[in-house]
């Protein structure tokens, strides 16, 4: 990234940086750690492709030597590993591999490169995938690792994805980063461009070069290991560094027990929160239920209520009509008996005039 970490450059080194390292590449399968050692390297050392299943079986190592620019020569050496912490690999496998490792490793590693990849979401896995290296390689392997996030190819704007990484990324991945010092380094480990090879080859020596000044010059070493450490027999053909493989078998498979007695502890742990978390969720949904039928209740009341007014206030309109038509049929009926009234008198009246006029003829 840039030219240094999230936060700004990584700081200069006080001394030479040394003319060989080893670095170690780890990180769930399909991240792209094949194609990533490759493009380090710049040849097709190792087995890559697209693959949901781990390409690499067993760990692999390989090293090529660069001009510096300076007119000296480094030499790389990369330890190439499958997804030891995967779904797919035992934990015997996994001490196995964690062996051989060991073993091409004897001058210790410089750097560990941890890989993500930039187009997929931190997921959980990932997130145990590290707690498994921390607990298999102790809290110091913090000290030498550099997260490397692949297929830069894909980010269009990096200043940008450096923000999302800096502020929106999830909260573990935001600490794990601050753990690291900000030592990311993003990678298109699929450019074909043997100047842009170059450029992030020097970008993540840079890195490793901070990573060994930051530890005073000191590869991590299985010295580091407490229960490890066993004196120098160079008379055992098995003694790897200092230390026999064997032994180191042995005190892995002690380490990963332990881890595994963790791992069901944290289970066990797991399960019990969840069956809690369902038990909540169900007193959750029934009172959400009980709400929701409180709420579809009122509403029918409510409704009803309405329903009720609606039907009163045509009752009402009804009535009042039924009234008004009453009061006009009595208002018509007395109307029509006045006018029947009115030809009855008009009607004596005529026979009073008719009687009067005869009687005075007669007269």
């Not at 390292?21 to 399909?30: D, E, P, Q, R, Y």
């Not at 990533?36 to 050392?45: K, M, P, R, Y």
């Not at 297929?151 to 690291?180: F, N, T």
Request: charged share 30%.
């Amino acid at each position: 990234m840039g030219g240094g970490g999230l936060d700004g450059d990584w700081a200069v080194l006080p001394s030479p940086p040394l003319a060989e390292v080893t670095l170690t590449l780890v990180g769930k399968i399909s991240t792209g750690k094949s194609a990533t050692a490759n493009c380090i390297l710049g040849t097709q050392a190792f087995a890559s492709e697209l693959a949901y299943v781990s390409v690499t079986e067993t760990c692999q190592k390989s090293s090529a030597s660069f001009h510096d620019g300076c007119g000296a020569t480094r030499t790389v050496n990369v330890i190439d590993t499958p997804g030891l912490f995967d779904m797919e690999i035992s934990i015997e496998d996994a001490r196995k591999e964690i062996v051989k490792c060991i073993e091409m490793s004897k001058g210790g590693i410089h750097a560990m490169l941890m890989v993500f990849s930039a187009t997929s979401r931190f997921s959980c896995e990932e997130e145990k995938t590290v707690e498994s290296i921390k607990r298999f390689f102790g809290g110091q392997i913090l000290d030498h690792i550099i997260l490397v996030f692949t297929h830069g190819d894909v980010v269009e704007d990096e200043a940008a994805w450096e923000k999302v990484l800096a502020e929106r990324s999830p909260v573990y991945l935001q600490d794990m980063i601050k753990l690291c010092q900000n030592r990311v380094v993003l990678f298109d480990n699929l450019t074909n461009n043997i100047e842009h090879r170059e450029m992030q080859r020097r970008k993540l020596l840079a890195a490793v070069d901070f990573v060994i000044s930051s530890n005073g010059g000191k590869a991590f070493s299985y010295q580091m290991f407490p229960q490890i450490l066993q004196e120098n027999d160079e008379q055992n053909e098995n003694v790897v560094g200092g230390y026999s493989a064997e032994r180191i078998y042995e005190q892995l498979t002690q380490i990963t027990k332990k881890v595994d007695e963790n791992l069901n502890s944290t289970e066990e742990e797991i399960r019990s929160l969840r069956e809690r978390l369902e038990k909540s969720q169900k007193v959750y949904d029934s009172v959400k239920q009980e709400m929701i039928n409180a709420e579809n209740l009122r509403r029918r009341e409510k409704e009803k209520r309405n329903s009720q007014k609606l039907e009163n206030g045509i009752l009402r309109q009804a009535l009042e009509k039924a009234r008004r038509d009453i009061e006009m049929s009595r208002k018509e009926k007395e109307i029509e008996w006045l006018r029947e009234s009115l030809k009855l008198a008009n009607k004596e009246k005529e026979n009073y005039k008719s009687m009067y006029e005869k009687k005075c003829i007669i007269m």
